[in-house]
Every structure is written in structure tokens, then in C-alpha cells.
């Protein structure tokens, strides 16, 4: 059997980490390969792990040929649908798949609308006019692509995210260094701290990247804390301490000096309270 791996469709969704390939492996070599590998003509679809790890065992595996695909965009937009609905995928990359399927579905949308602008003089282009851009264009050769995402409800909606989520992964997109987006990738820093540091410059974002996972928490801890009204001394927004909850800011140390601060407050309390009593009782009715 001839299967072809292309590289950039095996990297097209992010690779799992070494603890999930090995878990993987040690699966298939108690289990067998029991899920078909997806193949459009001789290209491999998914299954590329299981192809790897089966190829290097000598594991027997089963094919499965999908009749779904017309184009790579068909090929594309499946993988994502796949790994969106997969709970191991995490939210980072869900808010990624989503985005990469709006390009896809809006980029085919206008294609497809563009040759039926070509095709206006034909006979039938009347007819194929009043149909949405995003359903199938036969003569054009054009598959079939999805409804649009048009607007950042529907894109949470596809990857289970809520709108601020989606948001702040746009944010990184646009504005995040390699550096940061790699830490987020790996579960270094939240998204809220990696679209907080996506706000400095380029620079910034690589030094403190280079610095470690415990700078980008502080760096964008000082982004936040920049953007914050002045407050009185001592208080903190809700906000800020959801925030560096996530982050993972708060760390036992900072809690127990935290509760011996209380302690010594409460002390000095109780203090002050038996002297108000004490003049009282000194001044009589």
C-alpha cells in the first residue's frame, strides 16, 4: 500500500507533546491500531502518529478512504472540525482552529463568489446567482464550504470558548512574539497573561520569554497593573486577582504571609478595643 505523508498537513494541527506520543504508543503496542487511518487517494489525512508509531513496531493498521474531499481547503477544514471537538485539545488551540477555519471558509466564500461573477454571461449563472456563496459550485469546480463564522459569537461557539476568550486569543495572534505563543502553547502562562504581554513590543515579549516562564507572569502582571486606575493602598480589583489566580501568581509563601498579616491586623484590633473600654469606664455615665 502506497500512503503519502505530506509535512506541512502533519504540522497543520500542533504535535502532541512527548508524555501523549509515548501514552499513544504504549496504547497501540497493548491495543493494536483499532481506529482506520483516513486517506484521500494516497495522502494521509489523520493518523499520522499511529502511521509512525505502526510503521517503527511493524503494527498491523487498517485504511479507510473518505469521499468528503474535493480540495486541501476539504482536507483543512476537516482536521479542524476533528481536533475541535476532541477534549484533550486545549483552549489555546481550540480559539486557533477556529480562526484558521473563518480564513479558510471566508477565502473559498469569495473564490466561489468571484467565479460566479466570471461565469455571469453563461446560460444558467442566474440561477446559481441567488445561492449563498458558501454552498457548492459545481461548474466552477469549487467544493462545498462551510456557513462563514462572521462574527466572534460564532467563532466561541465552534471552538466552546466564551467571547472574551476569543478575544484575547485573537489578541495573541495579531500581536504575540513566537516566544510568547510558544508559552502558551505549552501551558507556561494563561491566555490572559500571554495577550497582557502581547501589548509590549517585540523586544520586550523575546526578553522576557528568554527570562522564563516566571517573568512572562510578572511582565504581564506589570501590563495590568499599568492599566489599572490608582486604588487605595492595599486594594485589588477582582479582576486583577481572577487573573493572577490563573497565572498561577499567588504561590503558598505570598498565602501564608498573607494570613499572618490578618493575624497581626486582628491582634492589634482586639488591642484597641480594650482601650476604647477601658477610657469609657474611665469616664464614667
Known amino acids: 500500500m502506497n500512503i503519502t505523508v505530506n509535512e506541512d498537513l502533519k504540522a497543520y494541527i500542533d504535535p502532541l507533546t512527548s ?3 509515548e501514552a499513544l504508543e504504549r496504547s497501540l503496542l497493548t491495543e493494536g491500531c483499532r ?16 502511521y509512525a508509531i505502526c510503521q517503527t513496531h511493524g503494527l498491523p493498521f487498517q485504511t479507510v478512504q473518505s469521499t468528503l474531499f474535493k480540495t486541501i481547503d476539504d482536507v483543512h477544514l476537516w482536521m479542524i472540525d476533528q481536533h475541535l471537538g476532541r477534549r484533550s ?28 461573477t466570471q461565469e455571469a454571461g453563461a446560460p444558467d449563472a442566474s440561477d446559481r446567482a441567488e445561492a449563498p ?8 469546480g469549487l467544493a462545498v464550504a462551510a456557513q462563514p463564522l462572521t462574527s ?33 502553547k505549552s501551558g507556561d502562562i494563561s491566555i490572559n497573561a500571554a495577550a497582557a504581554v502581547s501589548s509590549l513590543s517585540t523586544e520586550d515579549q523575546v526578553a522576557a520569554a528568554a527570562a522564563g516562564k516566571d517573568e512572562l507572569k510578572q511582565a504581564a502582571k506589570r501590563v495590568r497593573d499599568a492599566k489599572r486606575k490608582p486604588r487605595e493602598t492595599g486594594t485589588e480589583s477582582s479582576e486583577q486577582a481572577t487573573a493572577d489566580a490563573q497565572d498561577g501568581e499567588s504561590t503558598g509563601d ?19 478595643r480594650k482601650q476604647v473600654l477601658n477610657l469609657l469606664e474611665k469616664r464614667g455615665p
Open 35 to 50: 481506529d482506520a487511518l483516513v486517506l484521500w487517494n494516497d495522502l494521509l489525512v489523520d493518523g499520522h502518529n499511529r
Open 254 to 272: 505570598d498565602i501564608k504571609a498573607l494570613r499572618k498579616r490578618v493575624a497581626v491586623l486582628e491582634a492589634e484590633n482586639a488591642t484597641l
Open 89 to 116: 485539545v486545549s483552549d489555546f488551540q481550540r480559539g486557533v482552529l477556529a480562526l484558521r477555519k473563518r480564513q479558510i471558509v471566508a477565502e473559498r466564500g469569495a473564490r466561489i463568489q468571484a467565479s460566479r
Open 133 to 140: 456563496p458558501w454552498e457548492e459550485s459545481t461548474s466552477s
Open 19 to 21: 508524555d501523549e506520543y
Open 152 to 184: 466572534r459569537d460564532d467563532l466561541a461557539k465552534a471552538a466552546r470558548l466564551s467571547h472574551s476568550q476569543m478575544l484575547l486569543i485573537e489578541k495573541i495572534q495579531k500581536q504575540a512574539a513566537p516566544e510568547v505563543v510558544a508559552a502558551v
